[in-house]
C-alpha cells in the first residue's frame, strides 16, 4: 500500500520548507517510501523556489486560485493508494505515517481515516478550547450524524488520509465550493462509500496563526456554522474567506 502527500501552498515560503521537511524525516523514520506532491496555487511569493530545492518533491501548479482547485489538482497528480491531504503549514508527528497505515490495512472498509490539529504556538488556554470544539464535533459528527442519521462524519481539514478508490467513486473534490465546509462536503459524500473515522492518535502539529488573527471563538464559530450547513443544505453559508499568512 502506497500513500501521496498532498500539500496545497498559496503564498508559502515561510512554512512550506518545515512542512516538507518533517514528512522527509517521518518518512526515513518510520522505513518507507512516499510520494509528496505540492500544489502552487496562484502564489506571488518564493513558495515554488522554496519546494524546488527539495529533491523528489513533485510540484504542480494551479492557477485557479482556490483551495479545491489545489487539493483536485494535487489528487489527480499523484498516484498512491492512499492521498494524504495536509497543509502547508503542518508538522508530521512521531508514527503519523506508520498510524495511517496500519489503520487502512487493518480495516478494508475504512475509507478516510483524520485526526485533530495541535497548535503549537497558541496560549494553553486556546488549546482547551479548541479540545472542547473537536469533543462536541466529535459528538455530533461523529457519532450523532453518522450512526443515528447515517448522514456525514468528522474529518479535519488538512489532516487526514483518504483511500484513492474512494474518492475517485465520488468523483474528486468539490470545486464549487471555495473554503468553508469543504470537510464536510468531502466527509458526507465518503460516508456514503465506507468508514469515515476520527482518532485522537493521528495528530497533526500546526500554526495558530488563523485563531491568533480572527479569534479562537469566532474561527470556530464560522466553522461549526459552515458544517451544519453543509449537513442540513448541502451548501456552505459563508463563501468569502481570508488568507491568513506570515507577514
Not at 136 to 150: E, K, M, N, T, W
Not at 217 to 230: D, H, Q, R, V
Request: hydrophobic share 40%; proline share 2%; with cysteine.
Amino acid at each position: 500500500m502506497t500513500i501521496s502527500f498532498v500539500i496545497p501552498a498559496y503564498n508559502e515560503e515561510a512554512r512550506i520548507a518545515r512542512c516538507l521537511s518533517s514528512v522527509l524525516r517521518e518518512s526515513r523514520r518510520c522505513g518507507r517510501d512516499v510520494e509528496i506532491v505540492v500544489v502552487d496555487n496562484a502564489s506571488t511569493d518564493r513558495t515554488a523556489e522554496t519546494v524546488s530545492a527539495f529533491p523528489g518533491v513533485r510540484l504542480v501548479r494551479e492557477p485557479r486560485k482556490g483551495l479545491l482547485f489545489a487539493r483536485q489538482a494535487g489528487f489527480l497528480a499523484s498516484r498512491g493508494d492512499l492521498v494524504a491531504c495536509i497543509d502547508a503549514d503542518t508538522i508530521l508527528t512521531r508514527g503519523w505515517i506508520n498510524r495511517a497505515l496500519d489503520a487502512f490495512r487493518g480495516s478494508p472498509r475504512l475509507v478516510a481515516l483524520s485526526g485533530p490539529y495541535v497548535y503549537y504556538d497558541v496560549s494553553s488556554l486556546t488549546r482547551l478550547i479548541v479540545i472542547v470544539w473537536y469533543v462536541s464535533a466529535l459528538l455530533l459528527l461523529g457519532y450523532i450524524a453518522q450512526h443515528i442519521f447515517r448522514r456525514c462524519a468528522l474529518l479535519q481539514g488538512g489532516n487526514y488520509v483518504v483511500r484513492r478508490s474512494a474518492l475517485e467513486l465520488i468523483g474528486g473534490y468539490n470545486t464549487s465550493i471555495s473554503f468553508y465546509g469543504e470537510e464536510t462536503d468531502l466527509a458526507c459524500r465518503l460516508a456514503s462509500t465506507g468508514v469515515v473515522r476520527f482518532t485522537f492518535r493521528l495528530r497533526l502539529r500546526t500554526s495558530g496563526r488563523r485563531l491568533k488573527k480572527e479569534g479562537v471563538i469566532a474561527t470556530g464559530s464560522t466553522y461549526a456554522l459552515n458544517g451544519l450547513s453543509m449537513i442540513l443544505r448541502g451548501r456552505p453559508a459563508t463563501h468569502r474567506y481570508t488568507d491568513i499568512r506570515d507577514g
